[in-house]
């Protein structure tokens, strides 16, 4: 059962997006960046950034078209504190309320970490927090930050960071009750990763067991590497995991190793991807570990991939993962003249996937003038596509920019008219979803997907033609199902009303 591509080429922009595959979001000013990305069940884009004095999202329909129903024309800005205000992370609840995470600075130019939840028309939800704000206050500490944000099935929301202590950079992690309240249960896990130094969370993602998984980077007097920790659902450090539940890699044998951006696979292996410090320059690393946090001897080499593409300015590269296994590694090269928005695609194994862009790198090149252009996020979209969000540098401002690659994936909706081809039915669907047809036999691997990319587990029968799924708890949303056998995979769309 070979997989159906799209006809453009996989790693090529997606021309039906924005224009030429780059959405610009034209906020007054001289300044906005996109930070975060998240993407709607509907299947709009949320970025999510900072222009000065102002958090910031922006909401794209599919088209990449600015959606006009959102604050106002598609733009909402949040005047948090006396200074400026920032979002680092975004996440989008099956009701479609939008989580975001960041910092509000006040005259002092002190930072306090803030999450904000907004309602579907880009509205404060006032029943969050304090008017749709939680301001989360750390004893002795003059800075905090959030960095990531990961939504649990239950309503709650987990989110890493990092605060200032007096003396050195801690990373931590919270829970929170859909609320805002802090939950008890849970409260704020300081990391203690290095012992002599700062270290500085980055992101975090959640197994499907519950589990916790952060990474960011640590310092040490040898200079410190990416760190990766997991945490059991209660906030304890999971022991099975590491050493005590933390590791640290030093994998460039340089300087300071950084570890940017972190994702779980369906098979439970952990995912990590950042800068390598070597001898010999920096490298974007991605280091891929099994569940016990041991080294995945099967990709790369020992584990880890270095990335060399020919100069030493790379920036923070950030990654996703297709439901196929192959991995998505959005950068670039952010000092060439002009910086081109990059996204690599590595096969399960770690070699380049040489049917992706020019020997597995899809380029930008959305304009062929002297635009600069920077990624910051990469997503993968239940559409088949490969989102990147960043901002432009152009002749006049500098802007919140979201690109969109063609992956090759099929992830259409509708059934099939070649009677060996697998069929969803029905399609929308309300309770139970029928994967039928010759193609659909027993011993295939069967995974769902919300927009997030998460695995969702759903009771399943085997009849006579095919697989039943019970899809009667699932929230409203746009979901993919991906179906394995051995080397052979499909991934279909289908929308739960």
């Given amino acids: 059962m070979a997989a159906a591509t799209s006809a453009a080429q996989p790693g090529t922009l997606d021309a039906s997006f924005g224009e030429n595959g780059r959405a610009i979001a034209a906020v007054t000013g001289n300044y906005s960046s996109g930070e975060a990305i998240a993407e709607q069940p509907d299947g709009k884009v949320v970025v999510g950034g900072a222009t000065p004095g102002y958090a910031l999202l922006a909401r794209f329909h599919a088209d990449g078209s600015l959606d006009t129903g959102f604050g106002n024309n598609g733009l909402v800005l949040t005047d948090v504190d006396a200074s400026n205000d920032f979002i680092g992370a975004v ?22 970490a803030i999450v904000m939840r907004h309602l579907p028309n880009g509205d404060l939800d006032a029943s969050f927090g304090t008017n749709g704000i939680r301001t989360i206050d750390f004893t002795g500490t003059t800075d905090s930050f959030i960095k990531g944000l990961a939504l ?48 500085n969370a980055t992101d975090i993602t959640l197994q499907n067991d519950g589990k916790i998984v952060v990474c960011g980077t640590a310092e040490s007097i040898a200079g410190g590497g990416m760190f990766i920790a997991r945490l ?85 590269p950030t990654l996703a993962v297709q439901p196929d296994g192959n991995i998505l590694i959005g950068t670039d ?24 862009g020019t020997n597995g790198i899809g380029t930008s090149n959305a304009t062929s003038g002297s635009d600069f252009e920077y990624a910051v996020r990469t997503l993968f979209l239940s559409d088949g596509g490969i989102a990147v969000a960043g901002y432009v540098d152009t002749p006049n401002n500098i802007q919140v920019a979201a690109w969109k690659f063609e992956s090759g994936l099929n992830v259409g909706i509708g059934e099939k008219d070649d009677p060996n081809d697998i069929v969803l039915q029905p399609n929308p669907v309300g309770a139970i979803l ?56 499909r991934t279909e769309r289908f929308i739960k009303y």
């Fill in 91 to 112: 996440a989008v609840q099956a009701n479609g309320r939008i989580i975001a995470g960041g910092v509000r600075f006040n005259a002092q130019a002190d930072g306090r």
């Fill in 152 to 199: 649990q099935p239950d309503g709650r929301i987990v989110a890493c960071g990092e605060r200032y202590t007096g003396t050195a950079w801690e990373s931590f992690v919270l829970r929170l009750n859909s609320d805002g309240a802090t939950d008890s249960g849970f409260g704020v896990v300081q990391m203690d990763i290095s012992t002599v130094g700062d270290d």
């Fill in 232 to 316: 059991n659902a209660n906030g304890a450090f999971d022991s099975t995991f590491g050493t005590g539940g933390k590791l640290v890699l030093d994998i460039g044998g340089g300087g300071t190793d950084a570890a940017n951006s972190v994702r779980v696979q369906d098979d439970g292996k952990v995912v990590v991807c950042g800068l390598l410090d070597t001898e010999d320059g920096y490298r974007i690393g991605v280091v891929r570990m099994q569940e016990d946090g041991t080294l995945d001897n099967t990709f790369g080499t020992n584990g880890s991939v270095a990335i060399d593409l020919g100069v030493d300015d790379w920036a923070l």
């Fill in 333 to 356: 090269n952010n000092t060439g003249n002009p910086a081109r928005v990059k996204v690599i695609r590595l096969l399960s194994d770690g070699s380049f996937d040489t049917s992706f």
């Fill in 434 to 489: 029928r994967l039928k047809g010759p193609g659909m036999r027993r011993g295939r691997t069967v995974m769902v997907h919300d927009a997030t990319g998460r695995t969702i587990r759903l009771p399943s029968t085997w009849f006579d033609e095919g697989l039943a799924m019970d899809t009667s708890e699932l929230p409203p949303g746009v979901y993919t199902v991906t179906i394995t056998d051995l080397n052979e995979w």
